[in-house]
C-alpha cells in the first residue's frame, strides 16, 4: 500500500538535518530539474517554494516541448539542437506525459510552402536519432484533411512537421514525486524569507512555513535561486543594490472548444502580421491558442492579458479559421511570464534569447535563469555541475538523461487518469473513481483524495488549478466545481467549514481573472 506523503513529516526532516548539500528556491522547472539533479547524484537535497510548485510560469506555457521552429529562423541554431535533445530525452523518460503532435503549416502561396518546408527539413535534421517524425509537403486535400476548419480560399497546400506536446504543471508534480523517491525534500508554501550568511559568504536561508508561521534556520553547502521571473527578488535578498538580471515578456493564451480545431493536428502560423508564431494546439478535448510576447516592467504571480494581447489572438486566429472563434467562445485565457535575461542592443523581447543564463554572486549565491521548459534538465544538469566546482562537493556523474521519471509506463491508462502513468491503478481504487468533479470537466474525485495524499495538495486551487487542469480547460466550470472539492479537501486535511467557505471565496476571485471580461 502507498504511504501517504505528509507535509509533517517533511517538516520533521527540516528540524532534523544540521546541513543540506543544496537549497534550491523556486519549485518550478528549473528548480525541480535541479533539486532531481543533485538528488540523484546522491546530494541532501531541499526545495523550498513559496506558494505551490508550478504556480507561476511553469504551469502557463504554451504545452510544447519543442525545439522552436521561430528560434531556427533567428539563426540559434545551438539552442534548437540542444532543445530537440532534450524533447526526445523527456518523450523517453516520461512517455505517459509527453506525446508527438503533428502540426500543419498551411501554405498561401508557392514560395511559403517552399521556405518553410526547407527550413523544417533543417529541424529534421537537427533532432538527429531522436527525432519524432520527418516533415513533408502537403497538397491543398490533405492540409484539409488535417485541419477541416481552415480557410480554403487561395489554400495552396502545407507542410507538416512534427513536436511534442505535454500537459506543463503535471510534469511539475512527476518531478517533484520522482524528486521525493530519491530521497529529495520538497516543500510547497514554505517561503525563503532571508539568506543566512556568516561573513560575506551565503551558508543558508531562513524560511517561515506560510501554515504556521514558524521559522527555519537552514544550512547548505550550496544555495541555489531558481526562481524564474523572479530571480531579481531574490538576488536583491544578497545585495539590494544588484542590477536586475531580467527584460520579462508575457505570452497570453485562449482556450475554446474543440470544435474549432476538430482533428488531432495543431496549426502552426509561423510569421503574423506583427513577425510573431502563432499555434492553434489540441489539448485535453480543448484547444489552446497563443502566443503573444508582451514587454511588462513587472513580474506577478497572476498576471493578467492586455486587451491588445486578446484582440492579436482573435485576429490572426480569424484570418485562418472558419468558424473562428469570438471572444464569448472563450472558455479561460492564461497569460505566463517568461524569464529573458536582458541584452544590450534590443528593445524586442521577442527577440531576446531563450538561452540559460548561470550566474554566481560574489557571497556565492548561485542563480539560474531563462531558458525553457524543454530544457529544464540541461538547466539543472549545468547548474549542479557549476555548484560542484563552486562548493568543492566530492563530484558525482549526471544520470538524469537516461532517468525514468515517477510513474513511467508506455501504456498509460485513458484519459484523464494518463497522466499519472503507473498511479493510475491505484487512483481507481479510491472513493470517487466512477464520480464526476462536473459534467464539464474530465477529472474524478478521486484525484482530489489522490493529490492531497500524494501530491502535497494543499488548496482548492492547486487542485483545480495545478493538479487537474480545470481552471484553463472551463474556468466558470472549475467555479462551479470548487464546492465539492473543498469539501473533499477539508475531510482529507481536517479543516472546518469556514475554512472550507474561505477557500471557495479564494478561487472564485482567482478564476474570476481568468475570464474574458
Not at 213 to 227: C, I, Q, R
Not at 305 to 321: G, K, M, N, S, V
Not at 334 to 342: A, D, H, I, N, S
Request: glycine letters at 6%; proline letters at 5%; aromatic letters at 8%.
Amino acid at each position: 500500500m502507498k504511504i501517504l506523503l505528509t507535509r509533517q513529516n517533511l517538516i520533521a526532516q527540516l528540524r532534523q538535518s544540521d546541513e543540506w548539500d543544496f537549497i534550491i528556491i523556486g519549485g518550478g522547472a528549473t528548480g525541480l530539474g535541479t533539486a532531481i539533479e543533485a538528488a540523484t547524484r546522491g546530494y541532501r537535497t531541499l526545495l523550498l517554494e513559496k506558494y505551490d510548485f508550478a504556480k507561476a510560469t511553469s504551469s502557463r506555457s504554451t504545452k510544447l516541448v519543442h525545439g522552436g521552429v521561430r528560434y531556427l529562423a533567428q539563426g540559434n541554431i545551438a539552442l534548437v539542437k540542444e532543445a530537440l535533445h532534450e524533447r526526445g530525452l523527456l518523450r523517453r523518460n516520461a512517455p505517459h506525459l509527453v506525446r508527438d503532435l503533428k502540426f500543419v503549416v498551411p501554405g498561401y502561396t508557392w514560395w511559403s510552402q517552399l521556405f518553410y518546408g526547407t527550413g523544417l527539413k533543417i529541424y529534421d535534421l537537427l533532432s538527429g536519432r531522436l527525432s519524432l517524425g520527418h516533415s513533408r509537403f502537403l497538397n491543398e486535400q490533405d492540409t484539409r484533411s488535417h485541419i477541416p476548419t481552415l480557410k480554403t480560399k487561395g489554400l495552396r497546400g502545407g507542410v507538416i512537421y512534427h513536436d511534442g506536446q505535454f500537459d506543463d504543471a503535471r510534469l511539475a508534480i512527476t518531478l517533484l514525486q520522482t524528486l521525493l523517491d530519491y530521497n529529495g525534500v520538497a516543500l510547497n508554501y514554505l517561503p525563503v524569507i532571508d539568506l543566512l550568511k556568516q561573513g560575506e559568504r551565503v551558508q543558508g536561508v531562513r524560511a517561515c512555513d506560510a501554515e504556521t508561521g514558524e521559522t527555519f534556520e537552514l544550512k547548505s553547502k550550496v544555495v541555489v535561486n531558481a526562481t524564474g521571473v523572479f530571480v531579481d527578488d531574490v538576488r536583491r535578498m544578497d545585495d539590494p543594490q544588484v542590477s536586475t538580471m531580467l527584460s520579462p515578456s508575457q505570452g497570453a493564451h485562449i482556450v475554446v472548444d474543440k470544435h474549432f480545431l476538430p482533428n488531432d493536428s495543431a496549426m502552426m502560423i509561423p510569421k503574423t502580421a506583427d513577425g510573431r508564431v502563432l499555434f492553434a494546439l489540441p489539448w485535453h478535448d480543448k484547444v489552446v491558442i497563443g502566443t503573444t510576447d508582451t514587454p511588462v516592467e513587472n513580474t506577478e504571480y497572476e498576471p493578467r492579458p492586455l486587451q491588445q494581447e486578446i484582440d492579436f489572438i482573435l485576429h490572426t486566429a480569424a484570418q485562418y479559421l472558419t468558424p473562428a472563434p469570438t471572444p464569448k467562445d472563450v472558455l479561460s485565457v492564461f497569460v505566463g511570464q517568461r524569464p529573458l535575461v536582458k541584452a544590450e542592443k534590443t528593445q524586442s523581447t521577442a527577440a531576446l534569447s531563450r538561452e540559460h543564463v548561470i550566474s554566481v554572486s560574489a557571497s556565492g549565491l548561485l542563480t539560474i535563469t531563462g531558458g525553457k521548459w524543454t530544457t529544464y534538465r540541461k538547466m539543472g544538469e549545468d547548474v549542479v555541475n557549476r555548484a560542484i566546482s563552486l562548493a568543492n562537493l566530492s563530484p558525482h556523474p549526471s544520470i538524469t538523461a537516461n532517468l525514468h521519471l515517477h510513474g513511467w509506463t508506455q501504456t498509460p491508462a485513458a484519459a484523464p487518469l494518463d497522466v499519472y502513468g503507473s498511479d493510475a491503478a491505484t487512483i481507481q481504487e479510491l472513493p470517487g473513481a466512477d464520480t464526476l468533479l462536473h459534467p464539464r470537466l474530465p477529472y474524478l474525485e478521486a484525484e482530489v483524495r489522490w493529490a492531497t495524499r500524494y501530491e502535497l495538495a494543499r488548496t482548492v486551487e492547486d487542485i483545480l488549478a495545478r493538479r487537474t487542469r480545470s481552471l484553463l480547460l472551463d474556468a466558470i466550470a472549475s467555479i462551479e466545481a470548487a464546492p465539492r472539492v473543498a469539501e473533499i479537501l477539508a475531510e482529507e486535511l481536517e479543516r472546518d467549514t469556514i475554512w472550507q467557505q474561505q477557500q471557495i471565496a479564494a478561487y472564485h476571485s482567482l478564476a474570476e481573472g481568468y475570464l474574458l471580461k
